[in-house]
T-cell receptor
Framework: DGGITQSPKYLFRKEGQNVTLSCEQN?????MYWYRQDPGQGLRLIYY???????QKGDIAEGYSVSREKKESFPLTVTSAQKNPTAFYLC???????????FGEGSRLTVL | GDSVTQMEGPVTLSEEAFLTINCTYT??????LFWYVQYPGEGLQLLLK?????DKGSNKGFEATYRKETTSFHLEKGSVQVSDSAVYFCALRGDTGRRALTFGSGTRLQVQP
């Protein structure tokens, strides 16, 4: 079945540690996105990539980094510079023409 | 920049009641509009969409009409079920620029038996 796989589903991190969230898609989509979701708030765009080896900052990129070395993969690193990293992180992908986003199941990061 | 405003929740209804969740947007040009649904602990699923003015999106008994004159895309359902309990997000995709979706803050719907 085609879809988006995020891992891990739950992750705990100590302050000062970097952590990488995985996102893999087998939908052959060109564009991929990372969103952050906090309780009672909508989704905020962290980074996006419309083509391999290229990516752009979203609205809240500070403290995060990404790479897009392969079309199917778009990992997100939450660095120690991110002041408040505890959140639910959602990866999505889309064909550029339709704009309809397909989402993964999400990764919940908790900083202890 | 683009923005989406949704009515605050939670919205609590009895089963078989009529549902309306308001959504208005600000965007230049001719954005595409979407409603997504999120069940507890899961990612978002597309519920319906509309790509031009006066289009009506529909799915699973839910409907929304793209009203450019009022910049609105209100979600409606004639008879809700307990299984409709979830968080609903309105979103838009601009027709220029970065082409990423901009989301509203979400509206939690609770349907009681």
């Amino acid at each position: 079945d085609g879809g988006i796989t995020q891992s891990p589903k739950y992750l705990f991190r100590k302050e000062g540690q970097n952590v990488t969230l995985s996102c893999e898609q087998n939908l052959n989509h060109d564009a991929m996105y990372w969103y952050r979701q906090d309780p009672g708030q909508g989704l905020r765009l962290i980074y996006y990539s419309q083509i391999v080896n290229d990516f752009q900052k979203g609205d809240i990129a500070e403290g995060y980094s990404v790479s897009r070395e392969k079309k199917e993969s778009f990992p997100l690193t939450v660095t120690s510079a991110q002041k408040n990293p505890t959140a639910f992180y959602l990866c999505a992908s889309t064909e550029l023409v339709t704009g309809e986003l397909f989402f993964g199941e999400g990764s919940r990061l908790t900083v202890l | 920049g683009d923005s989406v405003t949704q009515m605050e929740g939670p919205v609590t209804l009895s089963e078989e009641a009529f549902l309306t969740i308001n959504c208005t947007y600000t965007a230049t040009g001719y954005p595409s509009l979407f409603w997504y649904v999120q069940y507890p602990g899961e990612g978002l699923q597309l519920l319906l969409k509309a790509t031009k003015a006066d289009d009506k999106g529909s799915n699973k008994g839910f409907e929304a009409t793209y009203r450019k004159e009022t910049t609105s895309f209100h979600l409606e359902k004639g008879s809700v079920q307990v299984s409709d309990s979830a968080v609903y997000f309105c979103a838009l995709r601009g027709d220029t620029g970065r082409r990423a979706l901009t989301f509203g803050s979400g509206t939690r719907l609770q349907v009681q038996p």
